[in-house]
């Protein structure tokens, strides 16, 4: 069964300081990989994707992250923060069953940022 | 840009009550699916659909049931509500797909049983 790890629960950075958050997943077959971001009071966001090919991939708000299939990670990084990040990060796993087109979540990191 | 919304942003009901969520896309999406949110507990898959007038059991489906008659409306009803039902609920849509295709969200509504 398909499982993704986000190993840090909270993450405190400084305006303007690099980003790096860490997912790592389980998933037998070639991993579709998203990252997402929620708001405050929000619903999620959808920052990036990877499907195949590149392993470096470009989201919005200046996000990317790199997918190492011999660690099975997908980081999500940031060369400099901004105030306006601060919000929660999910990464999740695609798969499909029976039923279609899943995603399998993990339970998030929660980013403040000092100013 | 696809549109999710949920029909309420707050709700405050009392226990026993019957409480309706509605969600509604607006991009012919096959997929929608009904999740809760808890801290520390993370998103947690309630019923998803992907057809109309189909249904099927997520992880915590014990206390909800779903309807979907028409394509771009996916309703969860609370048949009796509790305090532990207290959450925050997000409906999501997505296309066909064989895992890659992402869900897109609505902005949530905040459940508060009492």
């Known amino acids: 069964a398909q499982s993704v790890t986000q190993p840090d629960i909270h993450i405190t950075v400084s305006e303007g300081a690099s980003l790096e958050l860490r997912c790592n997943y389980s998933y037998g077959a070639t991993p579709y990989l998203f990252w997402y971001v929620q708001s405050p009071g929000q619903g999620l966001q959808l920052l990036l994707k990877?499907?195949?090919?590149?392993?470096l991939v470009q989201g919005i708000k200046g996000f990317e992250a790199e997918f190492k299939r011999s660690q099975s990670s997908f980081n999500l990084r940031k060369p400099s923060v901004h105030w306006s990040d601060a919000a929660e990060y999910f990464c999740?796993?695609?798969?499909?069953?029976?039923?279609?087109?899943?995603?399998?979540f993990g339970g998030g990191t929660r980013l403040m940022v000092k100013p | 840009d696809v549109k999710v919304t949920q029909s309420s942003r707050y709700l405050v009901k009392r226990t026993g009550e019957k409480v309706f969520l509605e969600c509604v896309q607006d991009m012919d999406h096959e997929n929608m699916f009904w999740y809760r949110q808890d801290p520390g507990l993370g998103l947690r898959l309630i019923y998803f659909?992907?057809?109309?007038?189909?249904?099927e059991k997520g992880d915590i489906p014990e206390g909800y049931s779903v309807s979907r008659e028409k394509k771009e409306r996916f309703s969860l009803i609370l048949e009796s509500a509790s305090t532990n039902q207290t959450s925050m609920y997000l409906c999501?849509?997505?296309?066909?797909?064989?895992?890659?295709?992402?869900?897109?969200f609505g902005n949530g509504t905040r459940l508060t049983v009492t």
């Open positions: 659909s992907y057809d109309v007038k189909m249904k």
């Open positions: 990877y499907f195949s090919g590149d392993t």
């Open positions: 999501a849509s997505s296309r066909t797909g064989n895992g890659n295709s992402p869900l897109h």
């Open positions: 999740a796993v695609g798969f499909h069953n029976n039923a279609g087109n899943m995603l399998t």
